[in-house]
């Protein structure tokens, strides 16, 4: 039975929510990232009124500790901004991504890439738009921030890898692509991670 991430603002019923919002303005858009731990209780804190807050069916900790499936309502995640949330114990970054951004994954050389893999190994079929990665740079383990580095994907701020948006590895340390977690869509707008 998955854990269930909801967007609407109302808790639901017994249990309670963690979230944490940050955002990074740019010039042209603002990015809000979105922290969602599924082990913590209690709304953390907020910072934009586009997410007043995050709901969510919180297990115990014996059932996450187990690795519960997450399933993450994507509705309102507008195009051009990404949402993390925990699986886990682990970052998991949920990017929806615009034309542009997938235009820049598609039109790589894969062969020149140090972990070559086309942007369409990564992406569910007909669902381009959404891309859901581990946030553990592959280097030594740090979290890579979003719309960072040369090409706007993830930069690792520890040792400098650069991610693109395809959350593969581009330059930097790191040796591999940032690994894709299991997951599975459910309908257009939800998905479930686990
Ligand atoms: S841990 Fe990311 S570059 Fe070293």
């Not at 209780?41 to 934009?48: I, Q």
């Not at 925990?86 to 140090?114: C, M, N, Q």
Request: proline letters at 9%; one cysteine or more.
């Amino acid at each position: 039975m998955p854990v269930r991430l909801g967007w609407s603002g109302k808790s639901e019923k017994d249990r309670s929510v963690a979230a944490t919002h940050e955002h990074a303005e740019t010039q042209a858009t603002r990015r809000d990232f979105i922290y969602i731990a599924t082990g913590a209780v209690g709304v953390v804190g907020t910072t934009a009124a586009l997410w007043p807050f995050v709901s969510q069916l919180a297990p115990d900790q014996a059932t996450l500790a187990a690795g519960a499936p997450v399933e993450v309502d994507i509705a309102p995640i507008p195009v051009g901004q990404e949402i993390k949330i925990f699986w886990r114990g682990k970052p998991i970054y949920i990017r929806h991504r615009t034309p542009e951004e997938i235009k820049a994954a598609e039109d790589v050389d894969v062969a020149s890439l140090k972990d070559p893999q086309p942007d369409s190994d990564r992406v569910k079929p007909g669902k381009a738009e959404w891309l859901v990665i581990t946030g553990i740079c592959t280097h030594l383990g740090c979290v890579p921030l979003g719309y960072q580095g040369e090409y706007k994907g993830w930069f690792c701020p520890c040792h400098g890898s650069v991610y693109d948006t395809s959350g593969r590895i581009r330059q930097g340390p790191a040796p591999t692509n940032l690994p894709l977690p299991p997951y599975a869509f459910q309908s257009d707008t939800r998905i479930v991670v686990g």
